[in-house]
């Protein structure tokens, strides 16, 4: 069982977190959980591991032999928009 804790926020920080959870898809417990993690670094191995797999999963989508246009390049192109 988790432990239980409970913590006062203003309502400033109580909109931003429900605003970000809404973003996220997630319920404002669970963004709370998701941010106090980060603060702590207990989730920065595991997302590692899931931006690493995302980023494979998107290589794989791109067939071999296509040029890529280089980021620097898409970069520049919109900043001198």
């Given at each position: ?66 040029e890529?246009?280089?980021?620097v ?9």
């Amino acid at each position: 069982m988790d432990d239980v804790v409970s913590v006062e926020l203003d309502r400033e920080t109580m909109e931003a977190v429900s605003r970000q959870a809404a973003a996220h898809g997630l319920s404002f417990d669970e963004e709370l959980r998701a941010i106090v993690r980060r603060g702590v670094g207990q989730d920065s191995a595991r997302n590692r591991a899931e931006l690493i797999e995302e980023f494979r999963k998107l290589r794989a989508m791109t067939p071999p032999g296509v040029e890529q246009t280089p980021a620097v390049k898409l970069v520049r192109e919109d900043r001198d928009r």
